[in-house]
């Protein structure tokens, strides 16, 4: 093995090991990591670990009704075009929009994160409106090898709303997993967290892009209604 070759081979493992503590890591804090979160609990002794935050210029109330409206073929996961393109192309482009239809889920609620027949998605374990969402999954494997290899993952999704004061929030999101048999638990911590550093990132910068335009609005349509209350008492004048 020559010395250009060692390099590169050097440089590969470097970047992928970048890639796998990003992947764990992107934009959370330590004392964040080391928190404990509501639905801890549910995989107790994960192999996969990951946390994630960003500050949102929002309070937890205006990013809150983005968090409980996510689904597939709903809400969406706020990622990008191109990556659904490219990772998921039967996925619908994520809503730019409210969706009230959404702000009734409660505790058992499914939440779909595939076409109906792949019977893939969350339930919800916990949800404090403007603080905490909880998912919980063991179908994000394909149905059949589920079925012919006892095969099986069991993971959360961990949404958390902290107020950062100021009208700021600290959204936090987490992810635990524990796949089976060996040859799964290997795949899904050699793969799924570099691409949860691509995911998770589009996915929490979505979610402050769309609570950013949602206040834009939300200030135009309130100085609209002003100009039009001022001319409504001009013309009763």
Known sequence: MNR?????????????????????????TPAERRRRLPGDEIVSNPSILTTHATTIDAPPSAVWPWLIQMGWHQGGWYTKRWVDRVLFPANWAAADRLMPEYRSRKVGDFI????????????????????CLVLHSTTHIPLSWRERLGAGIDW??????????????????????IAAPWWLSAAFTALII???????????????ERVASQRV?????????????????????
């Open 4 to 28: 250009t070759t060692k390099a590169l081979m050097a440089a590969g493992a470097m970047s992928y090991l970048s890639l796998q503590w990003l992947g764990r890591t992107w934009g959370s």
């Open 112 to 131: 779909p994160d595939g076409p109906p027949e792949s019977q893939c998605g969350f339930t919800i374990e916990r949800i404090e409106s403007e603080r």
């Open 156 to 177: 959360t999704w961990v949404f958390v709303l902290d107020d950062a004061g100021d009208g700021r929030s600290r959204l936090i999101f987490r992810c635990r997993g």
């Open 194 to 208: 570099p691409a949860d550093l691509v995911m998770s990132r589009q996915m929490l910068a979505g979610i402050k």
């Open 217 to 237: 609005r939300d200030q135009v349509d309130t100085l609209a209604a002003a100009i039009r209350h001022g001319e409504g008492t001009t013309a009763a004048s």
